[in-house]
């Protein structure tokens, strides 16, 4: 990544992309076999696929082609059909992607689970099944996993009632003090840890089975804040309506949120971004990013070792200063929405020296406070001993659950969707994708820190290049049309990376100025389903470390 001054060299409204990509002619070659048709996305080739075929073609991507990334499973009904899309791409060639279709038949929704290949279908394929009805054979556990069992049809289907009442079960009279269940032969025992624990980080229920103090078990249990989002977002309009949801995900570092929803409808719409803007987007996200990480290791020392005065505390003190920015940048606190179709709301507050400087000296005087924050934390000898070899992650075993960000670049996957897949502004700057080789809970907190260096390093060169911008060509926003209503049956996958990994939106369109389907794609839906790989056979205080390592956010899992 090689700087760039203001805009030389470069088209000023460039989107991004890589010119190199997947080979197709191989592609159609390795799937001749089994390929019964073609589809036309943006992103990426896709190829239609027998429903009895999934797991064989999803083997023979992964073993002779090297896709080793199932990023994302995105079901969907049209009035004849079913489709489950699998996404899937590589951890080392980020712009090489390729979409399976499996279409099936409305009476009988039936596909083949691609989980026995790729362990992160296990829970998108429960998402599929729960949302919008398919069934995959195969799948080891095929049961709802955002709604109640008790629930009555799938939300996301073309023919569900929302007006349907919902039948739930109700124990008159039981008693809520049931004696102990036990069965004489058996040692273990069974611990609900949360949904309402301060250390879930929210409403997350763990079912936990421990051995004495040895977790022998443990499955997240997730749901209890689902709201529905991407029905939401189907409802909504693609000019106005749609990115304010996004900042309602990941509530901690909102702003990447918000681009992944514009990087995909901009894709469908073919609306080009000015490169003016795209250095505002660059400079505010990795703002927002800080305040995801601040979050996450003020809150991960509360987790290991209860420590609120002073880590904590600290934490808090540095996001504030961030959120100061950011409310004069954007005029909120919280619910940000800075971004818009084509650019950003509008240009930096004025006067833009003040602003400017306000920024640089929270630059200066950053270097210091991760000294600090190493002397207190990572130099601590009580987190050392809570965190170092414990929760280990393997890297193959991360690629397998589909993990991004801190968590897989903790384990020392070298995988960061702003160097490997270009957009914005990154890169034309000079920046590190950061990675720790030790896998475990203090790798994760390290990557965290070293990623708050490089996100003030991306800013400070953003403020040069917005500093010395030609006035007459500081350009927010594109031409953008109030109504956009692109091309019926327009398919793509984009994605960001956000504090979190991975942050991806498929969108397809029907003509109409709505989107038809619109699926999510949370990176920390995928980092928590690797929670039991990480702590079963540890002690219970370290199940709490390896979750705390994962900073989720309960609205970016449920959604």
């Known amino acids: 990544?090689?700087?760039?001054?203001?805009?030389?060299?470069?088209?000023?409204?460039?989107?991004?992309?890589?010119?190199?990509?997947?080979?197709?002619t191989a592609l159609e070659a390795l799937l001749a076999e089994y390929a019964i048709g073609r589809d036309d996305h943006e992103n990426a080739p896709a190829f239609v696929i027998r429903p009895d075929d999934?797991?064989?073609?999803?083997?023979?991507?992964?073993?002779?082609?090297?896709?080793?990334?199932?990023?994302c499973l995105t079901p969907q009904q049209y009035p004849d059909r079913y489709e489950s899309l699998i996404h899937l791409t590589k951890y080392d060639e980020r712009t090489h992607e390729v979409t399976l279709v499996v279409q099936l038949p409305t009476d009988e929704p039936v596909c083949e689970?691609?989980?026995?290949?790729?362990?992160?279908?296990?829970?998108?394929?429960?998402?599929?099944?729960?949302?919008?009805?398919?069934?995959?054979?195969?799948?080891?556990?095929?049961?709802?996993?955002?709604?109640?069992?008790?629930?009555?049809?799938?939300?996301?289907?073309?023919?569900?009632?929302?007006?349907?009442?919902?039948?739930?079960?109700?124990?008159?009279?039981?008693?809520?003090?049931?004696?102990?269940?036990?069965?004489?032969?058996?040692?273990?025992?069974?611990?609900?840890?949360?949904?309402?624990?301060?250390?879930?980080?929210?409403?997350?229920?763990?079912?936990?089975?421990?051995d004495g103090e040895t977790v022998a078990n443990v499955r997240p249990d997730i749901g209890y804040l689902h709201r529905c989002e991407e029905q939401m977002c189907q409802q909504g309009t693609y000019r106005h309506q749609i990115i304010p949801y996004s900042n309602r995900w990941d509530y901690t570092a909102n702003l990447p949120?918000?681009?992944?929803?514009?990087?995909?409808?901009?894709?469908?719409?073919?609306?080009?971004?000015?490169?003016?803007?795209?250095?505002?987007?660059?400079?505010?996200?990795?703002?927002?990013?800080?305040l995801g990480h601040f979050l996450a290791f003020g809150t991960f020392a509360l987790d290991v070792y209860g420590d609120f005065t002073a880590i904590f505390q600290y934490a808090m003190r540095d996001r504030e200063v961030v959120q100061d920015i950011l409310e004069d940048l954007t005029g909120q606190r919280m619910m940000?929405?800075?971004?818009?179709?084509?650019g950003v709301c509008w240009d930096l507050p004025e006067p833009r020296a003040e602003f400017i400087e306000k920024c640089r000296d929270f630059l200066d005087e950053l270097p210091a406070k991760i000294d600090e924050y190493h002397s207190l934390l990572t130099g601590n000898e009580i987190f050392q001993r809570r965190t170092?070899?414990?929760?280990?992650?393997?890297?193959?075993?991360?690629?397998?659950?589909?993990c991004t960000g801190p968590v897989a670049r903790g384990s020392g996957v070298d995988y960061d969707i702003r160097r490997d897949d270009p957009y914005g502004y990154y890169e034309?700057?000079?920046?590190?994708?950061?990675?720790?080789?030790?896998?475990?809970?203090?790798?994760?907190?390290?990557?965290?820190?070293?990623?708050?260096e490089e996100s003030a390093k991306i800013i400070a060169q953003c403020l040069d290049l917005i500093e010395d911008w030609p006035e007459d060509e500081r350009t927010v926003q594109s031409n953008v049309p109030?109504?956009?209503?692109?091309?019926?049956?327009?398919?793509?996958?984009?994605?960001?990376?956000?504090?979190?990994?991975?942050?991806?939106?498929?969108?397809?369109?029907?003509?109409?100025?709505?989107?038809?389907?619109?699926?999510i794609r949370s990176p920390c839906f995928h980092n928590l389903a690797a929670l039991p790989e990480m702590s079963e056979g540890e002690y219970v205080p370290d199940l709490i470390a390896s979750l705390g390592s994962l900073d989720i956010v309960l609205g970016s899992v449920d959604r």
């Not at 109640?148 to 039948?167: C, F």
């Not at 070899?389 to 397998?400: I, Y």
């Open 1 to 24: 990544m090689s700087e760039t001054p203001l805009s030389e060299g470069i088209d000023p409204e460039y989107d991004h992309r890589r010119e190199e990509g997947v080979d197709e």
């Open 54 to 71: 999934v797991q064989e073609v999803v083997r023979l991507l992964r073993d002779e082609a090297g896709f080793d990334h199932l990023t």
């Open 113 to 210: 689970s691609a989980e026995p290949v790729f362990r992160t279908a296990d829970w998108h394929e429960r998402e599929a099944y729960d949302l919008v009805g398919i069934e995959y054979e195969g799948h080891p556990d095929l049961r709802r996993i955002l709604l109640p069992e008790s629930w009555q049809g799938h939300p996301l289907a073309l023919e569900y009632d929302q007006d349907k009442p919902q039948v739930v079960r109700y124990a008159k009279h039981a008693n809520p003090l049931q004696e102990d269940h036990s069965v004489p032969e058996s040692e273990t025992m069974f611990l609900n840890i949360g949904p309402h624990h301060p250390a879930t980080h929210g409403v997350l229920h763990l079912e936990t089975v421990l």
């Open 257 to 290: 949120n918000e681009w992944a929803v514009a990087r995909a409808i901009e894709d469908i719409a073919d609306i080009e971004v000015p490169a003016y803007a795209q250095v505002l987007r660059t400079m505010a996200t990795e703002f927002g990013r800080m």
């Open 336 to 342: 940000f929405y800075f971004f818009r179709l084509g």
């Open 388 to 402: 170092i070899k414990t929760g280990v992650l393997e890297p193959e075993v991360a690629k397998d659950y589909g």
């Open 428 to 452: 034309h700057l000079e920046w590190d994708v950061v990675t720790e080789d030790t896998c475990d809970n203090h790798a994760r907190v390290l990557v965290r820190m070293r990623e708050v």
């Open 482 to 519: 109030r109504t956009l209503k692109p091309d019926a049956g327009t398919e793509t996958y984009r994605a960001v990376e956000s504090a979190k990994g991975e942050l991806g939106i498929y969108i397809r369109a029907d003509g109409s100025n709505t989107p038809a389907r619109f699926k």
